[in-house]
């Protein structure tokens, strides 16, 4: 997940200025905290999914009692680490040349049995970088040679983590 | 003074002894409070700092004037459902921004504004006795000799003579709940002050779930001086 941590590490946070509201009634006054008068939202590098990931996981809260925004950065690269696992299977899933794909043992093992640690973790990385240079955003792929490619190198990890 | 006598009532002036208004402490809160009370940021802060998010409902800034105006004075949630209809929010201001970073709320202002300066004789009156009763709700009446002293309490209260009939905890506790909803809604004791009126339930569960006697003889009191056929504002408390 380092790659992904370092991507979090220029985010900042929303501008703690909200545009209050009187509802009809006048018994509520609503301060959209999602919707600031100054948002931030963090924009991707151009081609880089990685990037695109993290920015897509972002998340602020507004802390009330210190009054500004506040990001988890390891939180964001987690959900983003979740999303790369899933879009692992998802690719499987998709781009098997099978009748059935999830019967496969390297679906199964994508999808339920892939260990979880920092050094696998940086190596999913790694691999959703190079899925995603064939694939859509969806995971599926455009080129057949690199999708033979990308499974073998999926069953060499599965196979090392299996001993 | 004599034990059964109404200190409040006698000190009262003639005009309110001849109209008898019902006297509640929800009056001199909402007389403690301004007309028009300004929320400015550290108002609001203080305001959002006791609930979750950045949202205000009415009910937590009239909460934030009667703790900054009348301190001390805690407000049920029959009461606080009867202040709400006396106030209102208002924003003067095309665009209020609450700015956390300069501390400030600019463009505009936003008040708490007071509609009535006393609280309604008929709302007051709907809600004498309200929460003496609903403590009567949670109250266990299964104790050793509960039964017993919910009989005393029903006999004083008369026109209880299904729950006399019955063993039944569950259908006591109903027929004594229906007569004391029936009693303040027409007021039969002519009790004039909500807080009084509100004691009575609460006696009432005192006495009947630990026995208190402090508890009865207050509400016995009670019942002695409604024989005078008096609008009752105070009485004489045992301790």
Known sequence: MTKLLELTENFIMSRPVFCLQLDTSGRNIKANTSHPKHIYRPKPISGDPLSELVCENYREHFDTKDGHFQIDKGEIAHKAMEQIRGSIAEFLEKNLEMRNPRQSKLYRWAYRNMPNGSEINDVLVMVYKYLRSFSNSDMKANDLNHVNNGIAILEAIMEKYEQ | ?239
């Open chain 2, 1 to 239: 003074m004599g034990v059964f006598d109404d200190k409040k009532f006698e000190e009262l002036d003639w005009i309110s002894q001849a109209t008898e208004p019902i006297d509640s402490q929800m009056n001199e809160i909402l007389g403690k409070v301004p007309e028009i009370v300004p929320i400015d940021f550290n108002a609001y802060k203080k305001i959002v700092d006791s609930g979750y998010g950045l949202d205000v409902s009415l009910n937590s800034v009239i909460t934030f004037a009667i703790a900054k105006f009348t301190p001390g004075s805690p407000i049920s949630r029959n009461q606080m459902n009867a202040l709400e209809k006396c106030f209102v929010l208002e924003f003067a201001g095309d665009e209020i921004i609450l700015d956390f970073e300069n501390e400030t709320i600019s463009g505009g202002e936003i008040t708490l504004v007071k509609l009535n300066s006393t609280m309604d004789e008929k709302v007051l009156e709907s809600m004498l006795g309200s929460e003496g009763i609903d403590a009567l709700n949670y109250a266990r009446f299964g104790g050793s000799g509960a039964l017993v002293r919910t009989n005393e309490v029903m006999e004083l209260l008369g026109k209880c003579e299904d729950g006399l009939k019955t063993r039944s905890e569950q259908r006591k506790r109903s027929v004594l709940h229906k007569r004391l909803r029936i009693l303040f809604k027409n007021n039969e004791w002519k009790i004039k002050d909500t807080e009084l009126a509100n004691k009575v339930g609460v006696w009432i569960t005192e006495y009947i779930t630990d026995g208190n006697l402090s508890a009865f003889s207050n509400f016995c009191r009670l019942k002695v001086m409604t024989h005078k056929d008096q609008p009752i504002y105070s009485m004489k408390e045992v301790e």
